[in-house]
């Protein structure tokens, strides 16, 4: 599918999303369609076009629907599905059309504002624990994949000032990976022992906390993907194609307690790094 095939589609189906929950409000309230337009004063064929995602209502729009049926409660999760509607689904050609360091530069930028990070990743290093060489592997798989501009150098230089973040005060980070991340051969035994190294120092820091949660666990929630957590403000979820930009306050929740639910079953201290021990002598013994 095109890009700008793509984007329409995902812009339409989360207008269709907002209309349906406007729709769910205002029958809740008792309020039919006509009455609801006559309340404000508003064509009737503006009520359906909105309900039925054929129209993109306003802030202003947003905040007489909530009034008009006394669902003003709702009005800030309306808001923010509203505000993200053109951000949610955002095709990752179109993100990294000039290649990867304007993206790495835009995640400088959030990073600065964040005080709580909350990572799980369940097939790759986080970056803001990555070695240069290991980055510079995932940079050039992307580069293959999605046929875009090979920057990697440059993208490399860039995530390792982002990382510098993790010595600032102020910062706290809470990275859960799965033992399998640290085992999947995505880049040479070489490249995978230094960032195995790099990990079981990071867990030494003071504001980090490193979880690994080992392959015999049993998992309270499944690991479906990775995914980032900025605050208590926004989730970042990575696909193939696409990136997922989730603001609303019911998404965020939901993240939430998949991540403590992981985390809750995660190794910390000296017990990961012990794992991570096994994968390095694994790893030495197979090369």
């Not at 360091?101 to 624990?129: D, N, S, Y």
């Not at 499944?222 to 979820?237: A, E, I, K």
């Not at 079953?265 to 013994?285: H, P």
Request: glycine content about 6%; proline content about 3%.
């Amino acid at each position: 599918m095109p890009a700008n095939t793509s984007d329409a589609v995902s812009v339409y189906k989360a207008r269709a999303a907002l209309g349906k929950r406007l729709r769910e409000l205002r029958q809740s309230s008792g309020v039919s369609g006509r009455q609801l337009a006559e309340s404000l004063a508003w064509p009737p064929s503006k009520v359906s076009k909105i309900e039925n995602g054929r129209q993109t209502p306003t802030d202003q729009d947003l905040r007489a629907w909530a009034r008009a049926t006394d669902q003003e409660s709702e009005l800030e999760a309306l808001l923010a599905s509203l505000h993200t509607l053109e951000l949610q689904y955002a095709e990752w050609r179109h993100l990294m059309r000039a290649g990867h360091r304007p993206q790495q530069e835009h995640l400088l930028e959030l990073e600065q504002k964040t005080r709580l990070f909350r990572i799980f990743e369940a097939t790759v290093v986080p970056g803001l624990a990555q070695t240069a060489e290991y980055a510079r592997a995932r940079f050039y798989e992307s580069v293959r994949r999605l046929k875009i501009a090979d920057d990697a150098d440059e993208a490399v230089a860039a995530r390792l000032r982002r990382q510098e973040i993790l010595y600032r005060p102020g910062k706290q980070f809470h990275f859960v990976l799965t033992e399998a991340t640290l085992r999947f051969r995505l880049c040479s035994t070489e490249v995978m022992l230094g960032q195995l190294d790099r990990l079981a120092g990071l867990s030494h820091l003071p504001n980090v906390r490193l979880g690994i949660i080992a392959t015999a666990t049993e998992y309270a929630v499944s690991p479906w993907h990775g995914f980032w957590m900025y605050d208590d403000q926004r989730v970042l979820v990575e696909t193939f194609s696409a990136e997922l930009d989730l603001r609303q306050p019911q998404e965020i929740e939901l993240y939430g307690d998949a991540f403590e639910q992981l985390a809750g079953v995660a190794d910390y201290g000296r017990a990961a790094r012990q794992i991570i021990g096994r994968i390095m002598a694994d790893l030495a013994a197979d090369a």
